[in-house]
């Protein structure tokens, strides 16, 4: 069974960066495809970035593409989102996700999901 650990969360102001990582336990295999995203107070979780098990089929939110990276390290079982130019609006708890097939924006689509990690950004 995979479980996902995601690290890296806190408080920052706008304009800064952060950077989220998220460890697998349990050994993914080829195909384990890797996913962020985020849900604010009040609202419904919202799609951030997927990439999947080499590096291709890396998609983003509209929000965020521009200033969010994605990027993962199979030796590592670890995938993680830096994240760049940080409005007051990308406060949410973050939370990464994994499945064995091609990156999917559909978080249906996700068996595995970490326990999240709050990003504050003040203004």
């Known amino acids: 069974q995979v479980q996902l650990v995601e690290s890296g969360g806190g408080l920052v102001q706008a304009g800064g960066s952060l950077r989220l990582s998220c460890a697998a336990s349990?050994?993914?295999?080829?195909?384990?495809?890797r996913a962020w995203f985020r849900q604010a107070p009040g609202k419904e979780r919202e799609f951030v970035a997927a990439?999947?098990?080499?590096?291709?089929?890396?998609v983003y939110g509209g929000s965020v593409k521009g200033r969010f990276a994605i990027s993962r390290d199979n030796s590592r079982d670890s995938v993680y989102l830096q994240m760049n130019s940080l409005k007051p609006e990308d406060t949410a708890v973050y939370y990464c996700?994994?499945?064995?097939?091609?990156?999917?924006?559909?978080?249906?689509?996700?068996?595995?999901w970490g326990q999240g990690t709050q990003v504050t950004v003040s203004s």
């Open positions: 996700a994994g499945r064995y097939g091609v990156s999917s924006s559909r978080e249906e689509q996700y068996q595995y």
């Open positions: 990439t999947s098990w080499n590096g291709d089929g890396t």
């Open positions: 349990g050994r993914t295999s080829t195909g384990f495809a």
